[in-house]
Every structure is written in C-alpha cells, then in structure tokens.
C-alpha cells in the first residue's frame, strides 16, 4: 500500500485571513510505518497546480500568534492523490513483471515528490491560490519546496493545465526550485490532452526531454503545455484512466532504466 506523507501549516494574509500551506509531499512506493522519519530516496517528482482537500492525520501544534503547524506525518489522500498513487502502483507492477529486483528497490526505500505553483490548500479558484502564495512569498513567510540534489531522480512529470504557468511570474522560482536536478539525467515529462472531451477522439499523449544543464536552459523547457492529470471538471473519471494509461509505461520505463 502507497502511502502519502505531508506536512502542513497555517499562514496569514494581510487581510488577516488564516491559509493552511503544505509541504513536502512524498508519495512512497512502499508500505510506510506511521512514524516514518524523513528518508528514502526521491525517485521522480511531479509539478502541479496547488494542493487540494488532502488533510493531516498528525496532531496540530497552535504557536502564540494563534498558527497551526502539522508536523510531517500521514496524510488522508485527496481524489487527484488517489489518482497518482493508482498510476505509481500500476507502474510498479509493469516493472515488477520485467524486473523484480528493481520493483523491490524501489519499494525498499523509493518515494515520488509533489511539488506545486502554489502551497495554498483547497483554494475555490487556482488563480486565488496563485496570488495569494505570491504574497506569502514575497512577505518571505515561506518557500517554494525544492527538489533534493539526487543522481537517482528518473523523472519530473508537470501537470499544470492550461494558462497556469507563467514564465514572468513563475519561471525563475520554479527554476530554483528544480536547480538541484540540472546535472542529472532525469526526463522532464509533459502529458498534453488531444481529442474533444468525453469523446472516442480524447486521449493523451506524453513528450519527453531530458533535463538542460543549467537553470536557464531548464527555463526555457518548462514552457511547454501540460495537462492536469485529472483534466476537466466534467470528466474527471475518464480522463484519469486515459491519463494513468499513457503514463504507466512511459514512467516504468524511465524507472527501469534508471
């Protein structure tokens, strides 16, 4: 059973108004103690939107100025969660009938980071969720999460949607973000819809490149379009089997070669 594992906190806003943020967000591919400490190897990350309903199972700690922290700890996945875990445990599988030994590895001690254009959780609206991280960091609350520096990273898949990303608002702070990773020989991974919605034309297919050498020549990749691995809200269950699909093979393949 894939566990996810997170931490969350709350931030205020110049409004007065209370966000919960989260962080550091891995999906492990193996069966996790609750009391896990931070370690394993970060195998592959996915870059989306902002987080969503997902909720911390740790007990919050309140500060004086009246702000929750969630320590890192097991997380009640949310359904775009679900989804991932379902597409990471369906790779594991392919690449346990090609290499078992590998699948074990994996399972031993691999785990898949969630990165976000936005920390903020459950926002009404993702243009909300963008602004108002924007003020967290320019106030200098908080940070982006990062990538670790890690030769055994396979793959960044994005999921942004369409309109998301903006490389005047976003580029050089996503950039930094991904900075650990330009030495490495990761893919980045970008899946695009095709085809009407809820129609026998819709389907997805996946591009890849492998990461540039420096962060400006990674910058200029991650203008590609990108889809969100749930698609639209009128087709969520279909899409995601479509999504899960296309990716299953391309990520066990990125994975058994590592």
Same mark, same amino acid.
């Given at each position: 059973?894939?566990?996810?594992?997170?931490?969350?906190?709350?931030?205020?806003?110049?409004?007065?108004?209370?966000?919960?943020?989260?962080?550091?967000?891995?999906?492990?591919?193996?069966?996790?103690?609750?009391?896990?400490?931070?370690?394993?190897?970060?195998?592959?990350?996915?870059?989306?939107?902002?987080?969503?309903?997902?909720?911390?199972?740790?007990?919050?700690?309140?500060?004086?100025?009246?702000?929750?922290?969630?320590?890192?700890?097991?997380?009640?996945?949310?359904?775009?969660?679900?989804?991932?875990?379902?597409?990471?445990?369906?790779?594991?599988?392919?690449?346990?009938?090609?290499?078992?030994?590998?699948?074990?590895?994996?399972?031993?001690?691999?785990?898949?980071?969630?990165?976000?254009?936005?920390?903020?959780?459950?926002?009404?609206?993702?243009? +909300?969720? !963008?602004?108002?991280?924007?003020?967290?960091?320019?106030? #200098?609350?908080?940070? &982006?999460? $990062?990538?670790?520096? *890690?030769?055994?990273?396979?793959?960044?898949?994005?999921?942004?949607?369409?309109?998301?990303?903006?490389?005047?608002?976003?580029?050089?702070?996503?950039?930094?973000?991904?900075?650990?990773?330009?030495?490495?020989?990761?893919?980045?991974?970008?899946?695009?819809?095709?085809?009407?919605?809820?129609?026998?034309?819709?389907?997805?297919?996946?591009?890849?490149?492998?990461?540039?050498?420096?962060?400006?020549? +990674?910058? !200029?990749?991650?203008?590609?379009?990108?889809?969100?691995? #749930?698609?639209?809200? &009128?087709? $969520?269950?279909?899409? *995601?089997?479509?999504?899960?699909?296309?990716?299953?093979?391309?990520?066990?393949?990125?994975?058994?070669?590592?």
């Amino acid at each position: 059973m894939v566990r996810v594992f997170a931490e969350f906190r709350h931030q205020r806003l110049e409004s007065c108004d209370i966000v919960k943020c989260r962080h550091d967000t891995r999906i492990f591919l193996g069966d996790q103690q609750p009391n896990t400490p931070k370690t394993g190897q970060c195998v592959g990350a996915f870059y989306l939107q902002n987080p969503g309903s997902a909720e911390p199972t740790t007990v919050a700690r309140k500060s004086k100025d009246g702000l929750c922290r969630w320590p890192w700890g097991p997380t009640k996945p949310d359904p775009l969660m679900k989804s991932l875990i379902e597409l990471l445990e369906k790779t594991l599988r392919k690449i346990e009938r090609k290499d078992p030994r590998r699948a074990a590895q994996l399972q031993k001690n691999g785990y898949v980071q969630l990165l976000n254009l936005s920390y903020v959780c459950n926002a009404p609206k993702a243009k +909300l969720a !963008s602004e108002q991280w924007q003020e967290i960091i320019e106030a #200098r609350k908080c940070t &982006d999460d $990062r990538l670790p520096d *890690s030769s055994r990273l396979s793959f960044i898949v994005f999921g942004w949607g369409k309109g998301r990303y903006s490389d005047s608002r976003d580029g050089q702070r996503v950039a930094r973000a991904l900075s650990g990773v330009c030495q490495s020989r990761a893919y980045l991974v970008f899946p695009t819809a095709i085809g009407e919605r809820r129609s026998a034309t819709r389907g997805v297919i996946v591009s890849t490149i492998q990461v540039g050498g420096d962060p400006e020549s +990674l910058r !200029s990749q991650l203008k590609r379009d990108s889809v969100y691995p #749930r698609g639209a809200n &009128d087709e $969520r269950t279909e899409f *995601s089997k479509l999504y899960i699909d296309a990716l299953t093979p391309k990520l066990a393949g990125l994975l058994t070669t590592a």
